[in-house]
């Protein structure tokens, strides 16, 4: 094959990101979507469902974290840049918007046309986010608007914790807002990687502990997307006034330079 052509490990991993995005849909569609049309609906059936797609989209962000690294470290091919955007939106922009759209057809206070409304404003979001990322240069070392996988685990935060139905529309169609928007990230390197990654892990355990029933999963389930939904709510909040505090620094040295 030519060169430009041939998978690289970084791309590899890349294909098991977009993997993991199509069977959080499969799980998604046959755990928790056809038992509730059919009737045949078992609570726990549809628990272990839902857990297990969003741990494979969990395990989609560790496929994301690892090929960038991968990719610095030893190579990737012509075509890499093209398959991570088109696996992040399987993984982080179909798999999570079809996560709000069941959410509508199944939960007893959603409005299904609204939360069809919501799932789609999630996708274009990530849609647009990865378009302007490939044709925009940022300084190094930061993103521009939400990352796509952690817009992604905050959403399907919101609808696990089973809030009403209006916070819950409005908290989506913010985070959504929040990928698009010019609200600056840190690229997740070194110990913040690492950080990143101890918290996919524990979530993992959180989920599992919440499907299988373990006591105190509940808790631990409620506990986990309240601090994913905090941090995608003070991220921001910190990201805006360093942004601030910076723009009045050089607006009082540019006045100093002007009287010296």
Not at 60 to 82: P, Q, W, Y
Not at 93 to 122: C, E, K, N, T
Request: one cysteine or more; hydrophobic letters at 55%.
């Amino acid at each position: 094959m030519p060169l430009s052509t041939r998978l690289s490990i970084a791309d590899t991993l890349t294909l098991g990101n977009a993997t993991c995005g199509f069977m959080a849909v499969y799980f998604t569609t046959t755990g928790v979507l056809i038992p509730h049309l059919t009737g045949a609906e078992d609570s726990g059936m549809a628990r272990h469902s839902a857990a297990t797609a969003v741990m494979l989209m969990l395990l989609a962000s560790i496929f994301d974290l690892f090929d960038g690294i991968v990719a610095r470290k030893l190579r990737s091919s012509a075509m890499g840049a093209e398959l991570d955007n088109l696996s992040d939106l399987i993984s982080f922009g179909l798999a999570p918007a079809y996560f709000v759209l069941v959410w509508g057809m199944v939960a007893s206070d959603a409005h299904q046309h609204v939360s069809a409304l919501a799932a789609i404003v999630v996708l274009l979001a990530v849609v647009l986010r990865l378009a302007r990322f490939s044709c925009v240069t940022l300084r190094e070392g930061i993103f521009q608007g939400m990352p796509s996988p952690f817009g992604a685990l905050t959403i399907v935060s919101i609808v696990l914790l089973e809030l009403p139905f209006i916070p819950t529309l409005l908290a989506i169609v913010g985070t959504a807002w929040l990928m698009v928007s010019r609200v600056e990230y840190p690229k997740p390197r070194g110990l913040l990687a690492l950080a990143m990654l101890s918290w996919i892990v524990l979530a993992m355990g959180m989920l599992a502990a919440w499907a299988f029933n373990a006591p105190g999963g509940e808790l631990l389930l409620q506990t986990g997307c309240s601090l994913q939904v905090v941090l995608g709510a003070v991220i921001p909040l910190f990201a805006t006034a360093r942004r601030v505090n910076a723009f009045r620094d050089n607006r009082r040295e540019a006045r100093l330079a002007a009287r010296g």
